[in-house]
Every structure is written in C-alpha cells, then in structure tokens.
C-alpha cells in the first residue's frame, strides 16, 4: 500500500461503511500519526426497518461518531443527502470536490463503486454512486475550470491527491496489515449496536468478530498471509 502521504479524507455512502473492512487499515494509520477525516453523503437514516428515519438518522450519527473515536478519527462530517435514493451527478461530485478541496489529501478513500461485491452479490444504489463521484470528484477538486464557484468561496483547487483507495473492491490490487488495528476495528463496528441488533440475531461482538475476522483472512490469504485490509488503489 502506497505510504507517500500524511493526510486522508475518507468519503462514503453510509455510517458503518468504514467499519465493514477499511477501519483496521485506520487504525494503524492513525497510530503512525497520519491524519484522517470523515465524510459520510448520509446520516443513514433508512437503515433500520424498525426505527423511523427521524429517530433513526440522531442516533446513527452518534453511533458514527463514537465509531470513529474508536480507531482515532475525530473529523466526521455528514452531507444530508437522502439515504438510499442518492443519485450520481454534478451536485454530489461538485460537494465531494468541495470536500477535497477543503481538507486538501494525498489519499481519498471510498467504498466499492463497482455493481457487484463480486460474483452475483449486487450492490446497493447509493455505494455505486458515491464511489463513482468520489472518483470523478478527485480529477474536479484539481481543475479550477469544473464548478470555479468553489474558488469564489475560498476554496482554491487542489491536485495533490495521489491515490484513491477502494475498500471492499471485487479487484484489490493492494493490501494493509491489519493485525494492529484489529481489536479497535471489532470495537469500531460493534458501536453501531443500535443497527447490528437489528440486523442479526446474534451476539453483536460475536458477529462483528466473525465477520471482520473472516474478511481480513480472506485478504490475507491473497496478500502474503496475514490479516489484511484489501483495497482497489488507483493513482494519480
């Protein structure tokens, strides 16, 4: 995994989209002092058929934020768009770049922007259209010609992005040991209780364990081994 940078903004779709895989890989970021923010396109306030969405979103973002604390990010952001009805297009690309611009990374982070997890399992709306704008917005962050308004409210281009990562790719290319990170990562999802005991039957740590176990093996097995973080790096 490329280490020619010190500063990360990390932007998906949902609360607990980080947590599914990418925050071990944080963790031990955060841990050699590089510097990472948060900015999620929803407060995912439709992710839980019992909870309506006006009580749902409050507590989500709570549960985000204390999540985060977790594996050391403590800038998170959320844009308020409509969870599970976001559309791709200039408005989400032109507030990602604004983002970017902002907090001025060498890395970007997403989730899979692909149609599938891989084989037949099918990806959501919302995951496809936030990976593919993130990748659009890092190009648009640079050009001061796409959306010049931006420079107008002070936030002047940057181009300094070098690599955008893509967790949960079907195509990783690259990998991070995750074996430092772990315990924090098992502690990072599990603080979305409230969405994981409506989502499973069983023991909240035993889930959060087994499944993130079972990822990070997986990618280990592809690279060299150990546990690992498995990402999709494209460079610029």
Not at 59 to 79: D, H, I, K, P, Y
Not at 139 to 161: C, K, M, Q, T, Y
């Amino acid at each position: 995994m490329p280490t020619d940078w010190r500063r990360a903004l990390a932007i998906v779709a949902h609360p607990d989209d980080l947590e599914y895989g990418a925050s071990a890989a944080i963790a031990t970021w955060t841990d050699e002092g590089r510097e990472i923010g948060y900015l999620l396109a929803t407060v995912g306030e439709a992710g839980i058929d019992g909870i309506a969405p006006a009580e749902c979103g409050p507590l989500r973002v709570r549960e985000q934020r204390a999540s985060a604390a977790e594996v050391g990010v403590t800038s998170v952001e959320f844009l308020g768009y409509p969870d599970g009805v976001i559309e791709y297009g200039t408005a989400l690309r032109r507030d990602f770049a604004a983002a970017i611009r902002r907090h001025r990374p060498e890395l970007v982070i997403t989730l899979n922007h692909h149609d599938t997890w891989g084989g037949t399992a099918w990806n959501t709306p919302d995951h496809r259209a936030v990976g593919r704008a993130v990748l659009d917005a890092v190009g648009d962050a640079g050009n001061r010609w796409i959306f010049p308004e931006l420079a107008e409210e002070g936030l002047s281009p940057w181009d300094g992005v070098r690599h955008v990562a893509v967790a949960g790719s079907p195509h990783p290319t690259h990998a991070v040991d995750a074996s430092a990170g772990a315990e924090r990562a098992v502690r990072s999802l599990l603080a979305h209780r409230t969405y994981i005991e409506a989502l499973t039957d069983e023991d909240p740590e035993r889930y959060c364990r087994t499944f993130l176990d079972g990822m990070m093996a997986a990618a280990g097995r592809r690279f060299g081994g150990r546990p690992a973080v498995a990402f999709e790096v494209f460079s610029h």
